[in-house]
């Protein structure tokens, strides 16, 4: 059974930055993609980024692009989210994910059969 683990969530001011981590058990990370979606208050959950097995090729959404940062760790079977330049619209729970099978970004597509962690409150105040 794979197990999701989020951690660094908070509350930061506009501006400023966060690093959410994702520790993964239960299989072998480093054959896999990994991802992050987000769900703020009364919003659906949304995509946020992406990266390959071998963290050589990441994808991010439009409003993060430029400001958001995913990457792994393979041997600390560890993913981060590196999140700079904060705005109160960035204010959600955030939500580790993998993939049920696909090694390339393109397999993050947030899908029932894939595995979550138990979501990190990011909250931006203005």
């Known amino acids: 059974q794979v197990q999701l683990v989020e951690s660094g969530g908070g509350l930061v001011q506009a501006g400023g930055s966060l690093r959410l981590s994702c520790a993964a058990s239960?299989?072998?990370?480093?054959?896999?993609?990994m991802g992050w979606f987000r769900q703020a208050p009364g919003k659906e959950r949304e995509f946020v980024a992406a990266?390959?097995?071998?963290?050589?090729?990441?994808y991010a959404a439009d409003s993060v692009k430029g400001r958001f940062t995913i990457s792994r760790d393979n041997a600390k079977n560890t993913v981060y989210l590196q999140m700079n330049s904060l705005k109160p619209e960035d204010t959600a729970v955030y939500y580790c994910?993998?993939?049920?099978?696909?090694?390339?970004?393109?397999?993050?597509?947030?899908?029932?059969?894939?595995?979550w962690g138990q979501g990190t409150q990011v909250t931006v105040s203005s």
């Open positions: 990266i390959s097995w071998s963290g050589d090729t990441t």
């Open positions: 239960g299989r072998t990370f480093s054959s896999y993609a």
């Open positions: 994910n993998a993939p049920d099978k696909g090694s390339n970004w393109y397999s993050v597509r947030g899908s029932a059969d894939d595995y």
